[in-house]
């Protein structure tokens, strides 16, 4: 079983549908990240969370430490949100490695 | 927040010939920084985390003498892939590490094709 876990691991929505991908994980951690790759393969970091939740534009962050659970929501969808979305961590007794998710592709169709 | 660059983002090249990827943090100093592989439709791998000032510890499996870094100064660490072949064409990803928060922030990766 992997560390972290993401799902759905694929997911085709329409244009203005409300998104969630979840991850799980089963180590402690300091952080969790979320990244945006997009088809070229460029990466942005979205979200680094500790606790709680956090909001940037249409994209919300969600985490629950005692359930080693984190969600990534995307309000009012848009093709341009087409990308992967990866999951990492930062387990709690590591040398600041990152454990990955496998990723969820996602496509927004208009 | 914190930027992180990489340069260039996208390279192609003849195979035997060596190539340079720069990572910056540009509005930091990093006194770590890590360097990903990602291959076709897998996840981020990490290769070696690079000490400012030290050398860097590569992960198993991944040949030092063929994937050299030098992290020189805070603010910069360098990959080179030495007599490069086809199958080291890759998504290279640098990140950088703000301590004390204990944090990584992510360049936006090079692309590599060798010819």
């Known amino acids: 079983k992997n560390e972290v876990e993401q799902s759905p691991q694929n997911l085709t929505a329409q244009e203005g549908e409300f998104i969630t991908i979840n991850c799980s994980y089963s180590?402690?951690?300091?952080?969790l990240h979320w990244l945006q790759q997009h088809p070229g393969g460029g990466i942005v970091s979205l979200f680094m969370?500790?606790?709680?939740?956090k909001k940037h534009g249409r994209l919300i962050a969600t985490i629950n430490i005692q359930e080693k659970h984190s969600s990534l929501h995307i309000t009012a969808s848009h093709p341009r949100d087409s990308a992967v979305y990866i999951c990492?961590?930062?387990?709690?007794?590591?040398?600041?490695?990152?454990?990955w998710g496998a990723g969820t592709k996602l496509i927004i169709k208009p | 927040g914190a930027v992180v660059s990489q340069h260039p983002s996208r390279v192609i090249c003849k195979s035997g010939t060596s190539v340079k990827i720069e990572c910056r943090s540009l509005?930091?100093?990093?006194?770590?920084m890590f360097w990903y592989r990602q291959f076709p439709k897998q996840s981020l791998m990490l290769m070696a985390t690079?000490?400012?000032?030290?050398?860097?510890?590569?992960e198993q499996g991944v040949e030092k003498d063929k994937f050299l870094i030098n992290h020189a100064s805070l603010t910069l660490s360098t990959l080179t892939v030495t007599s490069a072949h086809p199958e080291d064409s890759s998504f290279y990803i640098c990140?950088?590490?703000?301590?004390?928060?204990?944090?990584?922030?992510f360049g936006p990766g090079t692309r590599l094709t060798v010819l």
């Open positions: 990140s950088a590490r703000i301590e004390p928060l204990d944090t990584q922030y």
């Open positions: 509005d930091f100093q990093a006194t770590t």
């Open positions: 690079s000490n400012e000032g030290s050398k860097a510890t590569y």
């Open positions: 180590v402690g951690i300091s952080a």
């Open positions: 969370l500790s606790s709680g939740k």
């Open positions: 990492a961590v930062s387990p709690m007794d590591s040398n600041y490695q990152l454990i």
